[in-house]
């Protein structure tokens, strides 16, 4: 058999460990310990009852405009995902070829590294400093550097970036900077709005943690529309399916509802 010889040479992703049977407290994926809401349970299976026979909407359309809503901006900015890991996976064959350079700082999600092997790239990886802050050189200039992947707040470091110095990098990288707010829920501040002064930033969030929907697999991230426009291009054609569209849209739909109040 004659795979890729970029296949051949990487050991590839592994996720997290996921036991079965057992009510051990798990720590090793930073799931969230508390129920999703009701809420999102209703949604699901009302969308159940109405049948699933249909394709799903493959652009999400009522989870897009509940997620315009609760962050003001406009639905068209909003890309849905298969979880975030989806969204990272479409974002890094867009811009990223062969031969071409990833950057990443260490440590962070190791995800990163096996998209840009999978590509046949190179990853960059910028080492954090010893008091854990962002080194300097994570935003010198490469002329082969197409994709920087900046996770913030940072696991396991918890390096957090204030809004400010995220437009700083971003303004100085040569190339588009992903902006990875995994954690951002719980956090006190977040990047979407950059997005609307900033083309070359995108921001990508998941349902897994703060909204304790890591078993659903839904995410999405926050792009001017002409970025957008091309991301669609890359995307399998019904890449979110009506029970995690549901789900989801009920959950965002939720927060903007509480919005002030954490809901774990």
Known sequence: ???????????????????????????????????????????????????LARYPDPVGTTFRKAAGKLFDIDPNWILCGNGSDDLLTIITRSFVGQGEFLRLPYPSYILYKTLAELQGAIAETVNFQPDWTLASNFWSENSRLRLAFLPNPNSPSGTMLSADEIFKIATQLPCPLVVDEAYADFADTNCIKLVEQCEKIIVCRTLSKSYALAGLRFGFLVAQPQVIEQLLKMKDSYNCDTLSIAAATAAIEESEENQGEHLW
């Open 1 to 51: 058999m004659h795979f890729r010889p970029e296949l051949a040479r990487i050991k590839g992703y592994e996720p997290g460990e996921q036991p079965q049977g057992t009510d051990a407290v798990k720590l090793n994926t930073n799931e969230n310990p508390y129920r999703a809401s009701e809420k999102v349970y209703d949604a699901i299976a009302q969308a159940a009852d109405v049948g």
